[in-house]
């Protein structure tokens, strides 16, 4: 089991920043990929930013140039930077891992979420 925690978030006014920390324990062995995603209030869940085991990160078109996904594997955290923010930005966002553990075991895992709120 893999439990993860994040942290970080807050009110904000337009063009602010935010650091976001998603602390995974437990039984870390395997997760080859940590993401971040955010749900507004009637929207869908969508994935913000992503980075794998080989370093290698993937953002959303809405947040490329802005956000900033980065790993300290010492500390088995993955932070969000986020700068520019902008009242659509406003969700709760949620960390997630996937878990390999072998052709066919594929585990996924889910925080709690933190709430971003950005003022206009």
């Known amino acids: 089991q893999v439990q993860l925690v994040e942290s970080g978030g807050g009110l904000v006014q337009a063009g602010g920043s935010l650091r976001l920390s998603c602390v995974a324990s437990?039984?870390?062995?395997?997760?080859?990929?940590i993401a971040w995603y955010r749900q507004a209030p009637g929207k869908q869940r969508e994935l913000v930013a992503g980075?794998?085991?080989?370093?290698?990160?993937n953002y959303a078109v809405a947040v490329k140039g802005r956000f900033t996904i980065s790993g300290d594997n010492a500390k088995n955290t993955v932070y969000l930077q986020m700068n520019s923010l902008k009242p659509e930005d406003t969700a709760v966002y949620y960390c997630?891992?996937?878990?390999?553990?072998?052709?066919?075991?594929?585990?996924?895992?889910w925080g709690r979420g933190t709430q971003v709120t950005v003022s206009s």
């Open positions: 437990g039984s870390t062995f395997g997760i080859n990929n």
């Open positions: 980075i794998s085991s080989d370093g290698s990160t």
């Open positions: 997630n891992a996937v878990q390999h553990m072998g052709v066919g075991y594929d585990y996924d895992y």
